[in-house]
């Protein structure tokens, strides 16, 4: 049977909150736990309940990933349960774009564009890797083991889909990686 | 010569697939694995091109990426490329080549009269020649010497093909596809390790299935297709073939040049693919490169490495020559004797230079009834086109000719020299090994990577281990007896003779080229390099290097490690451009930021404007309108009625905490922390050295919360700038900011009408009471959440709108629609540029240049002088920047009232001690103002707001001069009431 080829398109949207604060303090672990029914993810890693997601982004920022309409609320409840402790949450909804990079052969797409190893041992679900794709900046995230997901920037969405499908138009597998 | 294929033999070819290729006017024909070079020494072709400088005929020297002389323009329009090495480029069905550096013809070349003249052709010719005088140089000089030298033609098309990179990552990457490669990358997998083989060509196995000999009992070819099929079988190997490793970098980085189609451009895909490989280790099992030999005419076609005859009759069938002179130092030359015996050609003698010949090889050679003779060496090439005999002498002497040989080729070998290339890239050094005559890298000095371990090991010929005992255990070949160093043949050869030894093939560098350079006291070889060009060619010295530094160093009287090697710099051998720009062409060269509102833009007709990578309308051009009318219609119409900008570029930076305010009260020169929540501020943002680095203006949203809105190019440099304060220095603050341009669509609704237009969607009470000037407020606007800041960049009534990019276009289409009644007309930054002149407000960019400070721009108003401190306060007290002759700001006008031109220099009298006219300022920004119906502009001008009506005189490119008024920046509505209306 011939292999699908992979395909890019656009993710469902999806709310986004920008949140930075002092991770490692206990007080405030809680009430984002409290707050969104999920852990803090280690460095690097993205941690999911339902269809809430927390990103961590970098060891004073997470992305909390949520429908879009519960943004608002998902907000408060983040300031809420904070209180005075410092920091910043903010909706940045529409400040990124999200594409699925789907079919057997995705890691090959990627591994065109980003230095980051996308090998099936490095490269795993749960990992978030934030790098680069040829000239922009990316964060990618395993979405199945046939699909992995891609946020950009929105200014640059069109520049991201153009090279996305372009590495997926070179013809010929590289077959570089062992594994689909 | 007379090159044939046989009848037999050719292990890499398939005589069952014939494949037809055109080299310049001939349609020949080949098999498939054959080389162009092979197909080409099949056909009889001896002369594949023209000499860089004397134009000399020239054949095919080497079999590999060395080849000097065989230097094709391959394929045609879109798809040419010069300068193809004919030894490395695979036959296909359809191919294309073209000789190069010839005219008007290979066979009738009138340059090579050069050759003649080569007397007046030494070595720093240019260098001595063409200096006076002067002006010769660029008008006659150059020209001429373009045409006559110089290799292949530039492409006078687009690239017809596409490349791409891929990033690896490795434990060990093993460049060389050889028993030595292949043998380390057989013990790393079998350690477990994540192993990547790079083999430049499209065959395994390296030299071994040439030269032969067995590991442990078994054919060496045989134990070469058994390592692969083991190495095949480990997931955690990947072998690439036709994928050469182009440099060594720091950081265990490598890149790998795979030329994924040029073997057949039938199968599509990228033609070629950049590896970008990070590795843990690198070993270099790069091989080793045969050395020529420096007889007299040993640049006739026909005249041919020995490894590279026997690689041609063994891997393809195709013999140089029927007679074949064999002229070595060495034993391993005489596997090129045996191999051209056992093919059925004739080998008139062998001319060893060495006095005794006593090794395992010459005994098989004598066995064969072969003709050795020792002592012996080559007095001269006979042929011009093409070898037709030698001359033979005793290599001690001064080449007094003994007798002669008739032959067609003569495979020459000087010895071998490891190619230490990747070990030497980033810092490996060398050791001269006078037993064996040649460099190899040196174990005790390897290059090291960041934790101080060596970054790359290097095994097998590369090393210096030149057999294959030596490489792995159980390796069995003949043994071989020294080499005896020769660097000129005869040893004593007169300057005659010397002056027709080629040393570099390719620029044409001699023997008395390099000599000469030492006689002028060129005693470096890198200065020796560049001034007789040796090793500076498209093969970069792979064959001339050694045998070079070793004329330099007899003729400086010194030993060969005093002089030492020239540096090995990546890449090993030529890539394509196209392989380095991998996907970065076209639409996708470079990434292009596009606001929410930008297919509407282009719908409108906007002329574009790079903005740093983002593009905005300059202007919006109307059927039959030019841009200038455009942007005066804009103007027009925004002053008269109303106008709407896209404004989503400008930075929007978000920062919170409790210590916020005192933040801003550093980073701005003006008192943030004192704004109130629903009030806007403009601020300005200085360097430490005091020097006006961005403005813009601060919304407090909350108690702990501001918007600070930058420059467009500003964004993330601004944002960078508060993060390295807050991250380096005032980590102990409570603060966090984040960067929420992308998130946002921003219009600005601008002009009288401004107000109604808004009201027509609705949502919010925008009166002067509810919303004054400098405030700001939340609501929904037709249904779409928004934020409205009453700011104003152009002086008028002007509201900037912010809603969710998402909701960007139809929050656009919302306001044209409104606005329709009143006449809305999008306008573009220039429009925006203007009407701001007009308003005296100044440009980050145009007004500032890194050298101006808030003071120069009379925005003192905007230095709060209740604060301690802020970023740029204490330089700006320095007594240059506080000094009262500082060229300040004003407004300028044309008493004709034309428009200055833009950077345009106030002339002052007198000379300055270069002799240039003084100046007494510049002008910062220019502009036909359709407002008032004249040129304005502002400018930078000693003690200008002292100097006001005074008549300055401007220069303009072409030499006259233009007089100027200093008068107020503030050309329009200078009490403001259209803005605060």
Redesign the interface.
Known sequence: MPEAPVTVSPAPVVGMITLKANLAAPAIASAIKLATGIAIPGPRRILSDGAVSLMWMAPDELLVLCPVAEVPARLSRLSDTLGSAPHLAADVSDARVIFDVTGQGWREVLAKLTPADMHPDVFVAGELRRSRLAQIPAGFWMEGAGSVRVMVFRSVAQYAEDLLRNAVDQTGRIEFFNTP | MTGQRLDTGGRLIDRNKRLRFRFNDRWLTGYAGDTLASALIANGRTLVGRSFKYHRPRGIVASGAEEPNALVGLGRGARFEPNQRATITELFEGLTAESQNHWPSLEADIGAVNGALSKVFPAGFYYKTFIHPRPLWKHLFEPVIRRAAGLGKAPKMADAD?Y??????CDTLVAGGGVAGLAAALAAAEAGK?VIVLEQSSAWGGRAPVDGGAVAGTPVEAWVAETLAALRAM?NV?LRARTMVAGVYDHGYVIGYER?GDHDPA????RH?LW?I?AEEIVAATGAIERPLSFAGNDIPGVMLASAVRDYVVNYGAAPGARTVVVTNNDDAYRTALALKRAGLAVPAILDARPKVTGALPAAARQAGLSIRTGAAVARIKGARGVIGVEVCDQDGSGAVKDELACDCVAMSGGWSPAVHLWSHTGGKLIWDDARAFFRPDPARPPVGANGAPSVRVVGAAAGYLHLGDILAGGETPDEAPLAPVWLMPAGAEIAKKAKMFVDFQNDVKVTDVELAAQEGYESVEHTKRYTTLGMATDQGKLSNVNGLAILSDALGQPIPATGTTTFRPPYSPISMGAIA???RG??F???????MHARHEAAGAVWEPVGQ?RRPYCFVRAGESKDAAVAREIRTTRNAVGMLDASTLGKL?V???DAGRLLDMLYTGKMSTLAEGRCRYGLMCSENGFLIDDGVVARLGPDTFLCHTTTGGADRIHAHMEEWIQTEWWDW?????N?????AQVAVVGPQARRVLETLGGMDLSAEALPFMHWAEGTLGGIPARVFRISFSGELSYEVAV????GPAFWDAVATAGAPYGITPYGTEALHVMRAEKGFIMIGDETDGTVIPQDLGLTWAISKKKDDYLGKRAQARSHMADPDRWQLVGLETLDGSVLPDGSYAVADGMNANGQANVEGRVTSTYHSPTLGRGIAMGLVHRGPDRMGEVLSFNRVDGGRIKARIVSPVFYDPEGEKQNA
């Open positions: 596409r791409e990179h891929f990033y690896a990552h994540r997931p990947h994924v199968v599509g895909g990228p693919r970008r990070r991998g996907e970065a639409d996708l470079q990434p292009i930021r596009r606001t929410p983002w978000l919170q905490g409790p409570q603060v966090y900011t984040a929420l341009t992308e998130h946002y969710p990019a998402g909701h």
